[in-house]
C-alpha cells in the first residue's frame, strides 16, 4: 500500500541552524500539508500546498519557514533559524479528494 | 474558528470490552475525521465521514451532523488497540485540501 515517507526521522540541531524537513508523498496525491505537534499538545495545522504554491497557512507559519517541491516528488519544510520552541514532531500529509495520509513523522530537537 | 472537544481524555479497559470515544465541534462542518496515533508518534488515518456510520474490522465510527458529535466505537478490544485517538475537522463547507483542526485525543489504554 502506498505511504507518505518522512526524513529524517530524528533531527538535533542548534538555535539558530537552518533545517530542512523532507517528505515524499503518496504520488497521485495533489494536496500536501504540514503539521507539526509540540510534546503534550495537540496536532496543529502548518501550511496546505497545492498546484505549486502554498494554498493555507497559519499563524504559526511565519517568515521563518518556508515550503517546497522541488521535484515530482519531495515536498520539504525549511526552518531557516530555529528557535527552541520549534522542538516537536513534525508530520507530513498528503491527500487527493478525501482522507488525508500521514508520514511518520520527524522528531526535531533544539537545543 | 472550530472549537474540538474530544472525551473522555484518557480511557482504560479491560481485553474484550466495547470502547467509546466521543468528538463535539462547535461549528458545522462537511467531513470528520478519526485517527489514530501509536505510542511511537506515527499517526493513522482510520475513516472520513460525511454522514452515518463507516465500519472497517473492529472499529465503527457515527456521526450527527446535526447534533455536531462523532463517536468512534471499539468493539472487543484488545491490548493492540492501545493509542491515542484522535478527531479532527476541517473548515465548514471543505472537505479536501483544507486544514484539519485537531481535538486533544483520547489515550486509550487496553490491559490484558
Known amino acids: 500500500e502506498p505511504e507518505v515517507t518522512q526524513t529524517p526521522s530524528h533531527q538535533v540541531t542548534q538555535m539558530g541552524q537552518e533545517v530542512i524537513l523532507r517528505c515524499v508523498p503518496i504520488s497521485n496525491h495533489l494536496y500536501f500539508y504540514w503539521y507539526r505537534q509540540i510534546l503534550g499538545q495537540k496536532v496543529e495545522f502548518l501550511v496546505s500546498?497545492?498546484?505549486?504554491?502554498?494554498?493555507?497557512k497559519s499563524e504559526i507559519f511565519d517568515d521563518q519557514f518556508s515550503v517546497e517541491r522541488p521535484d515530482g516528488s519531495n515536498f520539504t519544510l525549511k526552518i531557516r533559524s530555529t528557535k527552541l520552541e520549534d522542538s516537536a514532531m513534525y508530520f507530513c500529509?498528503?491527500?487527493?479528494?478525501?482522507?488525508?495520509?500521514f508520514g511518520p513523522g520527524t522528531r526535531l530537537l533544539v537545543l | 474558528k472550530n472549537e474540538v472537544e474530544q472525551s473522555p481524555q484518557n480511557l482504560t479497559a479491560q481485553e474484550g470490552e466495547f470502547i467509546t470515544i466521543n468528538c463535539s465541534y462547535s461549528?458545522?462542518?462537511?467531513?470528520l475525521h478519526w485517527l489514530q496515533q501509536h505510542p511511537g508518534g506515527g499517526i493513522v488515518s482510520l475513516f472520513m465521514l460525511s454522514s452515518g456510520k463507516k465500519k472497517h474490522g473492529r472499529l465503527i465510527a457515527t456521526i450527527n451532523i446535526q447534533e455536531k458529535h462523532s463517536s468512534l466505537h471499539i468493539t472487543a478490544s484488545h491490548p493492540r488497540d492501545s493509542a491515542v485517538y484522535i478527531c479532527a475537522v476541517p473548515p465548514l463547507g471543505e472537505t479536501s485540501g483544507s486544514r484539519l483542526t485537531f481535538g486533544e485525543g483520547t489515550q486509550l489504554t487496553v490491559n490484558p
Open positions: 500529509a498528503s491527500s487527493t479528494y478525501g482522507a488525508q495520509y
Open positions: 500546498f497545492y498546484n505549486n504554491e502554498i494554498s493555507e
Open positions: 461549528v458545522g462542518i462537511s467531513a
